[in-house]
């Protein structure tokens, strides 16, 4: 049992309650770790993606609560969805993904399970997992929790949501996110140093963070990208997303709709002036916006 567990402070919610006991805080998750599912996801940045996909296991269960998430079907169902694992079998999830060709194994929402995920890469570790281990989040993290990570994560993934207390309380549940993404970005951007890439440009340790345009927020929008070129610079990569996809917006009608092309635009040509790199999108791929079926493959 993960003493963690008994207390539960793992996300900036800090509930405090026993989850070992069934009890659940915000994020709705018991000590049991729940996937979703396990598959190669083709739809990351070109360098995390490679051309044989990602070893992405998706996590039940979340510590945000985003008005507009796209996998609203597992991250805030009341119930446990997808299939409850323990770290052993976490595991070898992982070896198996390695063995289908996954150019690394990529933890989508993991951060309510740390204790159990680190448990789990270890054993995989020992078992033989050579490829690199991308941590997927929401941003909404605490130092001590990345900590448990240190030196099992090659790859952070997270999203850098909102640079307003104000919009992070209004559609995430979390006015204090902007704060605590500021510090844990900081701790990863620690962990792994700068980008590093292999011969055949995947890339193998590093920071990427990911910032989700959303409708009517061009001016937070350009404050986040002005805080990562101010805090991290050419340490970190950033990938700019125009993706937004609205879905049942009614106590919302402000976000009802998609980015437009003069927003994005605006937004790249910040992007270029303060001289970050990483990666853009193009008005295609805006189809790409991808919610695989949550449907326990790989579990
Ligand atoms: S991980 Fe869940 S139970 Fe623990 S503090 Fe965060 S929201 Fe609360």
């Given at each position: 049992?993960?003493?963690?567990?008994?207390?539960?402070?793992?996300?900036?919610?800090?509930c405090?309650?026993?989850?070992?006991?069934?009890?659940r805080?915000?994020?709705?998750?018991d000590?049991?770790?729940?996937v979703?599912?396990?598959?190669?996801?083709?739809?990351e940045?070109?360098?995390?993606?490679?051309?044989?996909?990602?070893?992405?296991?998706?996590?039940?269960?979340?510590?945000?609560?985003?008005?507009?998430?796209?996998?609203?079907?597992?991250?805030?169902?009341g119930?446990?969805?997808?299939?409850a694992?323990?770290?052993?079998?976490?595991?070898e999830?992982?070896?198996e993904?390695?063995?289908?060709?996954?150019?690394?194994?990529n933890?989508?929402?993991?951060?309510?399970?740390?204790?159990?995920?680190?448990?789990a890469?270890?054993?995989?570790?020992?078992?033989?997992?050579?490829i690199?281990?991308v941590?997927?989040?929401?941003?909404?993290?605490?130092v001590?929790?990345?900590?448990?990570?240190?030196?099992?994560?090659?790859?952070?993934?997270?999203?850098?949501?909102?640079?307003?207390?104000y919009?992070?309380?209004?559609?995430?549940?979390?006015?204090?996110?902007?704060?605590?993404?500021?510090?844990?970005?900081?701790?990863?951007?620690r962990?792994?140093?700068?980008?590093?890439?292999?011969?055949?440009?995947?890339?193998?340790?590093?920071?990427?963070?990911?910032?989700?345009?959303?409708?009517?927020?061009?001016?937070?929008?350009?404050?986040?990208?002005?805080?990562?070129?101010?805090q991290?610079?050419?340490?970190?990569?950033?990938?700019?997303?125009?993706?937004?996809?609205?879905?049942?917006?009614?106590?919302?009608?402000?976000?009802?709709?998609?980015?437009?092309?003069?927003?994005?635009?605006?937004?790249?040509?910040?992007?270029?002036?303060?001289?970050?790199?990483?990666?853009?999108?193009?008005?295609?791929?805006?189809?790409?916006?991808?919610?695989?079926?949550?449907?326990?493959?790989?579990?």
């Open positions: 049992m993960e003493t963690a567990y008994t207390h539960c402070t793992l996300c900036p919610r800090a405090g309650v026993d989850r070992t006991a069934g009890a805080g915000f994020c709705g998750a000590d049991t770790m729940y979703a599912r396990a598959a190669l996801h083709p739809w940045e070109p360098p995390i993606s490679g051309t044989r996909g990602s070893g992405t296991v998706f996590f039940a269960h979340c510590t945000l609560g985003c008005v507009f998430c796209q996998n609203r079907s597992i991250s805030r169902r119930a446990d969805s997808g299939k694992v323990t770290p052993e079998r976490l595991a999830i992982c070896m993904l390695q063995a289908r060709g996954a150019h690394n194994i933890l989508v929402t993991a951060s309510h399970y740390a204790p159990s995920v680190a448990r890469l270890r054993l995989a570790r020992a078992e033989g997992l050579c690199p281990v941590y997927n989040t929401g941003g909404f993290e605490t001590e929790t990345l900590r448990l990570l240190d030196g099992l994560v090659d790859v952070y993934l997270p999203d850098f949501k909102y640079y307003s207390s919009y992070a309380g209004l559609y995430s549940a979390a006015p204090d996110y902007p704060d605590f993404a500021r510090e844990a970005i900081g701790e990863m951007v962990q792994t140093g700068a980008p590093v890439f292999d011969a055949d440009g995947l890339l193998v340790r590093g920071t990427v963070i990911r910032h989700l345009m959303l409708p009517g927020l061009a001016g937070d929008t350009a404050q986040v990208l002005r805080c990562i070129a101010e991290w610079g050419d340490r970190v990569l950033v990938s700019l997303m125009r993706q937004y996809t609205p879905f049942e917006m009614d106590a919302h009608p402000e976000l009802d709709r998609r980015i437009t092309d003069a927003e994005y635009a605006e937004a790249v040509e910040q992007f270029s002036t303060l001289g970050l790199s990483g990666f853009l999108q193009d008005g295609e791929s805006i189809s790409e916006s991808f919610i695989p079926a949550f449907d326990g493959e790989g579990v």
